[in-house]
């Protein structure tokens, strides 16, 4: 595929965190939420970035040329993917952490929220982890 139609695909995108931004904002002001509103105009915000981002790379060849061979450069690939790496594995041992302490606190919602959460992100890795070495 294509750069440009990969950054079309990724403007679409964009455009979808924009709805989704909208939506939680009028869910915030009818619901009277003080976290749906700001929540919302964070996603709306992100798209907007987004979108200007590559609709200028779509419309300036030799920018759009430069930032194809930065994304498929094989450092700048492999220190994307340490660093999700790294954030995965911080991410598990912060989720851990935490319900160890939630646990001692009594805090028995909060820590089976994350409890939940924590299975659900290592079962998405082990079903992500079999199917990549069964394809590789």
């Not at 403007?11 to 931004?21: D, F, K, M, S």
């Not at 939506?23 to 976290?35: K, R």
């Amino acid at each position: 595929m294509k750069y440009k139609a990969i950054l079309k695909m990724r403007t679409v995108l964009y455009c979808a965190y924009i709805a989704l931004g909208i939506a939680a904002v009028i869910l915030g002001i009818y619901a009277e939420n003080d976290f749906f509103a700001p929540l919302g105009a964070a996603f709306a915000a992100v798209g907007a970035g987004g979108i200007i981002k590559y609709l200028r790379l779509i419309k300036n060849s030799s920018k759009l040329e430069n930032a194809e061979i930065e994304e498929n450069d094989e450092r700048n690939i492999y220190i994307y993917q340490r660093a999700r790496s790294l954030a995965f594995t911080l991410t598990s041992l912060l989720a851990a952490a935490g319900i160890i302490v939630f646990g001692v606190m009594g805090e028995a919602v909060v820590m089976k929220t994350l409890s939940y959460l924590l299975c659900g992100f290592l079962i998405s890795y082990l079903i992500c982890y079999y199917s990549l070495r069964r394809r590789g």
